[in-house]
């Protein structure tokens, strides 16, 4: 397991609980077509077509966390997305397509930008980043 994806994981699962849930978002591309076997017992897939899973710049994780609304705001709970970027510790590399996608989440209200750690996610999803 690679350092990022073990932060990813802390994360998740540290900050996944109570009002906030977050989920792993998979961006990636797979073959899907009609199983098949070869005479020699090879499996093999007829027909494939790629398939592509998320987007270039989607965050890691993804989700919501719950907030009450103000006493002005009718007094109601509503849910706030969240996205989050993971990034190994002491690493920065951010893609154009990453920044952009968290600078557009924040512009319409989004809880969203990039973690090394549990303490950074936890500044994003409470809206203090």
């Given at each position: 397991?690679?350092?990022?994806?073990?932060?990813?994981?802390q994360?998740?699962?540290?900050?996944?609980?109570?009002?906030?849930?977050?989920?792993?978002?998979?961006?990636?591309?797979?073959?899907?077509?009609?199983?098949?076997?070869?005479?020699?017992?090879?499996?093999?897939?007829?027909?494939?077509?790629?398939v592509?899973?998320?987007?270039?710049?989607?965050?890691d994780?993804?989700?919501?966390?719950?907030?009450v609304?103000?006493?002005?705001?009718?007094?109601?709970?509503?849910?706030?997305?969240?996205?989050?970027?993971?990034?190994?510790?002491?690493?920065?590399?951010?893609?154009?397509?990453?920044?952009?996608?968290?600078?557009?989440?924040?512009?319409?209200?989004?809880?969203?930008?990039?973690?090394?750690?549990?303490?950074?996610?936890?500044?994003?999803?409470?809206?203090?980043?």
């Amino acid at each position: 397991m690679t350092l990022e994806v073990s932060v990813q994981n802390q994360i998740r699962t540290e900050c996944g609980q109570g009002p906030t849930r977050l989920f792993r978002q998979e961006s990636s591309f797979f073959y899907t077509g009609k199983p098949g076997q070869l005479k020699d017992g090879t499996k093999v897939l007829l027909h494939p077509r790629l398939v592509r899973v998320g987007f270039d710049g989607q965050p890691d994780l993804g989700g919501w966390t719950s907030v009450v609304v103000t006493p002005d705001m009718v007094g109601t709970t509503v849910a706030i997305a969240v996205q989050v970027e993971v990034k190994r510790p002491k690493k920065n590399k951010r893609s154009d397509e990453q920044i952009r996608f968290i600078e557009f989440c924040q512009s319409v209200g989004v809880r969203a930008g990039f973690a090394r750690s549990v303490a950074e996610a936890q500044k994003i999803i409470s809206g203090d980043a």
